[in-house]
């Protein structure tokens, strides 16, 4: 039973150009929460998605970061125009459905081993 | 609003003792959840233990426990017989209830750092 799965699990990319980071959540689950964990701090909460829909994205950038978690595939967190600040690692971790269609409350998130961008 | 709180940036501990992590927790939602993860220097995220806001024992697995003062809104990590490969970031972290959304909110952290 494979884990939450990310790739690439390092990304190298120059200034301006774009970062796509890919989660395949655990077989079964719904539920998908992108963190981000900049150098020498805790995780940040980014964004939440269910199947083709974006729930709560609260933590995400203003401009220029976006999310999606299509019927079919994996979720994608998008970076455009990336810069020296965004790199850091990015946490993927995905959850069962829980009763009444929403997230269990009980339980941890499983989480990805992450994807670490780099910003030259 | 929910939020955790670690206050211990970085911890020493001889091996073989126990240790104690702080994290105190705020929130406004009767229902919800704690959590440890540990971070060793690989980077992953590991699930180390949970409390319920309604278990009415302390959680325990294997040499972690969680010590749940609900009424002083703590939730530490205590470690027994520590080991070298104890030495890592230790989260804790809150889950609040569905309308939440069910996302994790996570405290700064402490580097525990396990001498021989």
């Known amino acids: 039973n494979a884990g939450v799965m990310q790739n690439p699990r390092h990304l190298v990319r120059r200034r301006g150009q774009e970062a796509r980071l890919r989660c395949s959540p655990m077989?079964?689950?719904?539920?998908v929460y992108w963190y981000r964990q900049l150098p020498e701090e805790g995780l940040k909460f980014m964004v939440y998605?269910?199947?083709?829909?974006?729930?709560?994205e609260s933590g995400m950038p203003k401009e220029r970061f976006s999310a999606e978690f299509p019927k079919e595939g994996p979720s994608i967190l998008r970076i455009q125009q990336v810069v020296r600040g965004d790199s850091a690692a990015y946490f993927c971790?995905?959850?069962?459905?829980?009763?009444?269609?929403?997230?269990?409350?009980?339980?941890?998130?499983?989480f990805g081993e992450g994807s670490r961008l780099t910003v030259l | 609003a929910q939020k955790i709180t670690q206050t211990q940036p970085g911890m020493f501990v001889q091996e073989k003792e126990a240790v104690t992590l702080d994290c105190t927790y705020d929130?406004?939602?009767?229902?919800?959840?704690l959590f440890w993860y540990k971070q060793p220097s690989s980077g992953e995220m590991i699930f180390l233990i949970y409390?319920?806001?309604?278990?009415?024992q302390n959680a325990t697995e294997g040499r972690y426990s969680l010590n749940f003062q609900k009424a002083r809104k703590s939730a530490n990590l205590v470690i027994s017989a520590s080991q070298l490969g104890d030495s890592a970031m230790y989260f804790c972290?809150?889950?609040?209830?569905?309308?939440?959304?069910?996302?994790?909110?996570f405290g700064q952290g402490t580097e525990l750092s396990v001498k021989p």
């Open positions: 409390q319920g806001s309604y278990d009415q």
């Open positions: 929130t406004s939602d009767p229902s919800y959840g």
């Open positions: 972290a809150m889950r609040g209830a569905y309308n939440q959304g069910g996302k994790l909110i």
């Open positions: 971790a995905s959850s069962p459905m829980g009763l009444a269609g929403g997230p269990a409350t009980t339980g941890e998130l499983f």
């Open positions: 077989k079964g689950h719904s539920h």
């Open positions: 998605l269910q199947k083709e829909n974006i729930i709560d």
